[in-house]
C-alpha cells in the first residue's frame, strides 16, 4: 500500500470534506481518504498509488484546488 499526502485549499465545512473524500475514493485502487479539514491535509492510501494527474482531477472535480506547490 502507498500512502499520499496533498494539500487542498477552499475546504471550509463537512460538506467541502465529502466532496473531496467521494472524488478522490472513486480513483481506482483507493481504498481510504483521512482529510484534516483545519489544514485541508489530505492522506490516501492506495495500491497502486494514484497518479498526481488523477488526484488533482478528482480534487478539481469537486470543486477545490490542491495547493500550488503540489
Known amino acids: 500500500m502507498s500512502l ?3 494539500t ?3 475546504m471550509t465545512c463537512e460538506h467541502c470534506e465529502k466532496a473531496v ?3 478522490i475514493s472513486a480513483i481506482p485502487g483507493v481504498s481510504q ?4 479539514l483545519a489544514s485541508g491535509e ?4 492506495a495500491e497502486p498509488a494514484p497518479e498526481m ?3 488533482r482531477a478528482a480534487v478539481e472535480e469537486a470543486g477545490y484546488q490542491l495547493k500550488a506547490s503540489e
Not at 481518504?33 to 484534516?36: F, P, R
Not at 489530505?42 to 492510501?45: A, E, G, L, R
Open 4 to 6: 499520499s499526502v496533498i
Open 8 to 10: 487542498v485549499t477552499g
Open 21 to 23: 473524500r467521494t472524488e
Open 33 to 36: 481518504v483521512d482529510i484534516d
Open 42 to 45: 489530505v492522506k490516501i492510501v
Open 53 to 55: 494527474a488523477a488526484v
